[in-house]
């Protein structure tokens, strides 16, 4: 594989990836919900909260990106969002979830300035548009594969499970 291409289907099965761990909270909210007490009222402060955090760090996570690099940042996004949404199946209450969403929204809002800035140093102009094309089909994708996944690992291992065992482990990424 070249490494266009190469680079390509990593930041792809990346935001895949993320994409799947995003929604898989909706998917599981019911069983969440009621294993922590939670109200619809308090359920939608969880679901907003991963928003909140990811909101928050696209300005700087693009910066981050232009001063750092964009590789170093997407190793270190995903260690960060691998262990908060591991976090999500240890949280105890209405605070430490909440408290959790928003640190994986942070973690997975500095990755998004990172994948662009990778695409536009290694794909020339006439590249850029289907390589971001290319990409950004991961935004179905991840969704698609989490309702059934999510489904599957609740039934087979209650919600919780479902955080712990959806996350990558950062050494999968390394290349």
């Given amino acids: 594989m070249d490494r266009k291409r190469a680079i390509l289907f990593w930041i792809w099965l990346m935001m895949s990836v ?14 969440i919900q009621t294993a922590l007490h939670l109200t619809p009222r308090l359920f939608g402060w969880v679901l907003s909260a991963f928003t909140f955090g990811y909101a928050l760090m696209q300005v700087p996570g693009g910066h981050l990106a232009d001063r750092f690099g964009a590789r170093g940042l997407l190793v270190a996004a995903l260690v960060i969002w691998s262990i908060f949404t591991a976090a999500t199946g240890l949280a105890w209450s209405t605070t430490s979830i909440i408290v959790i969403r928003v640190l994986f929204g ?11 800035k990778l695409i536009g140093d290694n794909f020339d102009s006439r590249e ?7 990409f950004l089909t991961a935004l179905a994708v991840g969704p698609a594969i989490a309702a059934p996944l999510t489904t599957w690992l609740i039934g087979h291992g209650g919600w919780r499970h479902a955080f712990l065992s959806t996350r990558p482990s950062a050494s999968s990424w390394r290349s």
């Fill in 106 to 116: 942070m973690g997975e809002g500095i990755e998004n300035g990172a994948q662009f």
């Fill in 128 to 134: 850029r548009s289907a390589a971001n094309a290319t």
């Fill in 18 to 31: 993320a994409y799947l761990d995003r929604v898989n909270v909706t998917i599981a909210g019911p069983t």
